[in-house]
DNA sequence: GGTCAACCTGGCAGTCAGTGCCAACACGGC
DNA sequence: GCCGTGTTGGCACTGACTGCCAGGTTGACC
């Protein structure tokens, strides 16, 4: 019991070092100036080791923060069948963007040097729509669940359609705040979910 | 200038037969199975010169469609600034969608294959999606020059609420081909922009 | 018809990502 | 102190991808 929760702790711990390290190395010298090698000598394992922890090395840079994802995924099982999906969709994103609290708090500050590295990194990118793409699929499989629908075509756009307002807040505002401007990442998304409502002029 | 011509129906024609053993192969032994080795082999080339043909194996797949692009091409440069941008890109996919001729076109054989292998081939939905980012990127500049926009946000939504239309009109086509069953490429992807248009119930 | 220049191609050698296998090791439970 | 489980690192290997160079092709031009 104790000693499984204990190995959880440490290998998250290890993850995050090695996350860490990851980010350092590719905001240094870009993710393709970035060897395994370097990312395991820099976070004190080997090049062996680090795979047994992140599949490839872009993955190193996107470690889930385990707080906010217990969060969101406590939001996603409330979520009710007699309500528009849409509706509750983006208050569940809305409180996560809050939650980032325009890059000052823990999560909100590894989320912004993440995605100001995308902008600059397709395989950073490529990684991250990997990951989006396997927690989507499996965000629409609850929804299809849950409303018993025969037929995830609407379930998958909702979730998709909600996912797009999202990711491009996000990367307005990481390129934003990279370029000196300031944004407000919340505003922001109240207007992308506003455009994408009714996207007709 | 007629050489410049020629070489580049030389090159096409290539690209066409590396693109056919690719796709082969892959439906063959999946894209992990098959090494880049095997596709130049059976295309009748060398390793190296596969290279100077497309940036990775999976890229080979996804030869686009010359005599198709062109049209889109045009469609997308008549492009009005006085009429919903939505309107009008949802008009030019669905042409798209109609050149397919549910799959009996040269274009909709192919791209049935392609979108059917990569329901079963994540490397394949990442290198589409790689492809997809730079087009729709190229699309959004477009429109941002066409409405004199000092501010992409709008048209970027835009654009990517279309293009989740058509992609998942075209992965539930693809699926449902697979399973046997018959669905009606255009009218699903008329259901698809209708939610997208009211998402909310 | 021969020469020139601009490609196109293949082979070679090298880097680096990612994997299977095995041996050493850490550590909590007994 | 011993045991089982899980973690780690080294080794060797496959395979993607690249830079470089040495031929070969081909159309253009004299």
Redesign the interface.
Known sequence: MTEIALRERRRRQTEREIGDAALDLFEAGGVDGTTVDDIARAAGISPRTFFRYFPSKERAALVPHVELDERVEAMLAGLSADR????QLEEVWREVLLALDDGRSEAGRLLLRVRRLMRAE?AL??AA??VD?ERLDALVGHLVRLVGADDD??P???V??AG??VR?SLD?WAGAREAGRAVDLLE?YA??CR???S???
Do not use: F, I, M, S
Request: proline share 10%; no cysteine.
């Open positions: 528009p999906l849409l509706d397709p990118r490529l729509a990997a793409e075509l609407e998958r756009l909702v998709e359609t797009v307002a491009v307005r922001t207007q992308a455009v994408v409502r996207p007709g002029r």
